[in-house]
């Protein structure tokens, strides 16, 4: 059976769209909120609507839209005030329209949706809950805070001010051509995304307790792109600001670009624009250029180049780096990935990771020929024949540890370095609950309907009532221990498993229908690839794939290295 990833993402956004009724029912002796004027002061009111039992407030403008002269310029946050309509979502970014777009796509698009309990006791909105503003992944070049699978509605139910944030995608967000300025000399050096996410958490600052929430308990959390985004803020400062009190990264990583290889792809992509190459006359042209077009034929594809980059400003040097000498110190963390990461590429025939070889005996004499006799030796050890099926699940399972296992590991261990309170988890399904794991397993994002607990991904794939049911308490499980460190910085509480610390033995949960802990997770393992693996996120990725035994040039990325 072979499923495309590009279909199994557009049949998961077709079945988001459809109603899910496996959220939380509230308590009967509540009374209904008023969402349309609950959430006002003195200076502005936001007129929300009832989404379930629930208050939504949808398509807030938080910083100016970056159009005109403001394209390419650091996002700008606006002051709320007035009668604001947050009855409606908003446009999503500019990205590939042939993608997964669910709505409209412009460059006003830096907007936010809140969620919140919509029953109390006195009919008034609930308040100091914990707040969690979730930032969605796509590669940075595609995503959007809007989609139904991000619905916020469970997470309020259970006791959370849930926001999830638009940011700016491809080279709108992300490119940093060497030598293009403003008219005032400032450099275009990239990361305008990442100053649209720390604008969204000033702007929850000063107007998330209108909503219920408590701005001194803002947990930042995604997955993918988003997760790399989580460390980037961390790396930026955003916890010595004050804008975040706690991190959850969902397969995400904390290396990111060099300026060397961010002005390499930005320059790339000014090339197509046949604009000017220096100076203010290249950002003059670049905003004579429609939005649509500087995406699509010009953009920056996935894999590319658009990420966030060391530009010696919002960066002065790798996340990861800055979780080691302690600039987030106090934060707590948990972080994590999924066991079968690239599976659903794999079996698209984009080919990742190692072909399916005829015998270990090929696939130990490609090892070694890409890393030599006494790394293949240790590889021999730490990946025994006996703990895979076959040489293509060992094969895969280096590099899911190279790209997400070790990132994870790595941003735990950093925290923990300094006494954090840090938790790491391998998320996986079992085909008990998920029939289709066995063909495509736990795929890179298939945690995010379970973490949401929008199940529609799964639901029509579960063959009877006892695997939905074990799936909606599975997801309730993970949403408990997310809501938990949400609001403590501890996910442990109930009868849930228990999830020691990772400076506990170096100790992962293996979150799955039936959790369990993993003592030294991947020490070995991490040890070796560590002293191995560039530190950025584009030196990383042509390492692994000048390293991948059997293979030259894998077709996923040709044109993209």
Known sequence: MKMSWPTLLLAAL????????????????????????????????????????????????????????????????????????????????????????????SEDCLQLNVWAPGQSRDGQLRTNLPVMVWFYGGGFVMGSANWSLYNGANYARDGVVLVAVNYRLGALGWAAPPGVTDADGTVLAGNLGLTDQLTALEWVQQNIRLFGGDPDRVTIFGESAGGWSVCALLGAGAADKGLVHGAIMESGACFVATPASAQTFGTEWLDKTSCPSHGFPAMDCLRDFSAEQLNDPYGIGMLSGAFPNVDGKLLSQHPIDSLRAGDAADIPMMAGFNHDELEVAALADLELVAIRFDSWQKFWSDVEEALGRDDRIRMQQIYPEDGFETPFDAGQAMVVDQVFGCAARDAVAAQASHGASAYLYRFALTPEVFPLEEYIGSFHGLEVPFVFGNLELVAPVLGTDQQLETAVSFSRQIRRYWTRFAATGNPNGGDDPLWPRFSEAESALELRPQSSVTRGFLTDRCAFWNKRLPGDINSRVDWILDHIPGQDDPSFFKGRR
């Open 14 to 105: 077709f079945l988001s769209t459809m109603a899910c009724e496996n959220g939380d029912s509230g308590s009967s002796d509540l009374t209904p909120v008023n969402c349309q004027g609950v959430a006002r002061s003195a200076s502005v009111s936001f007129t929300g609507k009832p989404d379930g039992d629930t208050c939504a407030w949808l398509g807030i403008p938080f910083a100016e839209p970056p159009t005109g002269n403001k394209r390419f310029r650091p996002a700008q946050l606006l002051a709320s005030s007035g009668d604001i309509d947050a009855t409606r979502l908003g446009n999503d970014c500019i990205q590939d329209q042939s993608v997964m777009t669910e709505r409209e796509i």
